[in-house]
C-alpha cells in the first residue's frame, strides 16, 4: 500500500535550470508533507516542508507546492546547483495517536555541470 | 550538539541468527522512529518511541521489535534474520510529538547471508 509515490526514479538537469521533483499521495489525512534529500553513505537529511493547510512553502532556492485537490506536491530547486545531486525524498506525516511518516521511493536528481 | 549516532554502522549476519542495533538520538529528543530502507522501496517505516512507549508500528513481522530506555536511547532487534532483511536500517530522533522534522543518523547496513 504505497501512500506516497514517486513515480520518476530519476531527473537530470543542467546547472542554473530548474529542478521540479514530484510527489502524489493518497491518504487525504496527512498534516504535513517533508521533503528530504540524501547523500550515499548518510542519513537522509530535513530539506523543506509544508502543512497541510498550506500551498506553497519557500526557504531560499527551494520551494514546495501542494495541490490538496489534485492530491499532489512538488519542490521546486532554482537555480540547480551541481552540490544538489541526490536523492530527494518526499515524505507525509499523519498523527494516529502517534506520529507516522510514510516516505516516498525517492527520486535521484543529477544535476550537470 | 551531537547528532544521532547508530551502531554498528555495518553488520553481517546469516539467515537464522538475531541482530540488536542501536540508535543514541540528539540530546533532549524524546521522540525515536527506525525505517528499513532497500533499494527502490524507500523507506519503510518500523516503528516509533516517545517516552518509552511504541506509538505506532509499521507493517512489519513480529521478528522486528523495538524499545527505548529512559535516557530516549533506542535499540530494535531482527530475530530470525532472513536473506530479505538485508537493508539499510535507519534510525530517526525528533524534538517533539510531531514528526514535522526528523534528524536521522548515518544508518546501519546488515547484510544477512
Known amino acids: 500500500d504505497q501512500q506516497v509515490k514517486q513515480n520518476s526514479p530519476s531527473l537530470s538537469v543542467q546547472e542554473g535550470r530548474i529542478s521540479i521533483l514530484n510527489c502524489d499521495y493518497t491518504n487525504s489525512m496527512f498534516d504535513y508533507f517533508l521533503w528530504y534529500k540524501k547523500y550515499p553513505a548518510e542519513g537522509p537529511t530535513f530539506l523543506i516542508s509544508i502543512s497541510s493547510i498550506k500551498d506553497k512553502n519557500e526557504d531560499g532556492r527551494f520551494t514546495v507546492f501542494l495541490n490538496k485537490s489534485a492530491k499532489h506536491l512538488s519542490l521546486h530547486i532554482v537555480p540547480s546547483q551541481p552540490g544538489d545531486s541526490a536523492v530527494y525524498f518526499c515524505a507525509a506525516s499523519v498523527d494516529t495517536g502517534g506520529f507516522k511518516t510514510i516516505f516516498g521511493a525517492g527520486t535521484r536528481l543529477f544535476v550537470k555541470a | 550538539k551531537a547528532g544521532v549516532t547508530q551502531t554498528p554502522r555495518y553488520l553481517i549476519k546469516t539467515r537464522g541468527q538475531q541482530v540488536t542495533l542501536s540508535c543514541s538520538p540528539i540530546?533532549?529528543?524524546?521522540?525515536v522512529s527506525w525505517y528499513q530502507q532497500t533499494p527502490g522501496q524507500g523507506l519503510q517505516f518500523l516503528f516509533e518511541?516517545?517516552?518509552?512507549?511504541?506509538?505506532n508500528k509499521g507493517n512489519f513481522p513480529g521478528r522486528f521489535s523495538g524499545r527505548q530506555f529512559s535516557n530516549s536511547r533506542s535499540e530494535m532487534n531482527v530475530s530470525t534474520l532472513e536473506l530479505g532483511d538485508s537493508a539499510l536500517y535507519l534510525c530517526a530522533s525528533s524534538p517533539s510529538v510531531s514528526q514535522e522534522t526528523q534528524y536521522f543518523g548515518p544508518g546501519t547496513r546488515l547484510l544477512v547471508l
Open positions: 540530546s533532549g529528543h524524546r521522540s
Open positions: 518511541y516517545f517516552s518509552e512507549t511504541q506509538r
